[in-house]
């Protein structure tokens, strides 16, 4: 499960806290590791500022903003939140 979530870039800042909850604790109990996820976490982080600072106008979103607002902005909704409901036919 840790490497789906390293290869999917699913990082804590993107998902619903009781998704991100659950999701931690199923990478543990299942024997994964949460130091190897933070250290590539934290290895991608580096090479994506190197890259922005190379080509800055190819960035739509400062991805290192992980506020709340600024990920629902880029991404819709946080991982693991309903979608809003539809609005009702007339």
Do not use: N
């Amino acid at each position: 499960m840790a490497y789906i979530c390293m290869d999917l870039g699913v990082v804590p800042g993107f998902c619903a806290d009781a998704f991100s909850d659950r999701l931690l604790k199923a990478i543990r109990r299942y024997g994964g590791s949460l130091r190897r996820l933070y250290d590539v976490r934290a290895r991608r982080e580096k090479s994506f500022a190197q890259q922005h600072d190379r080509r800055p106008e190819t960035w739509h979103w400062d991805w290192r903003d992980l506020r709340i607002p600024a990920v629902r902005h880029a991404l819709g909704l946080l991982i693991g939140e309903a979608p809003p409901s539809p609005m009702p036919a007339r």
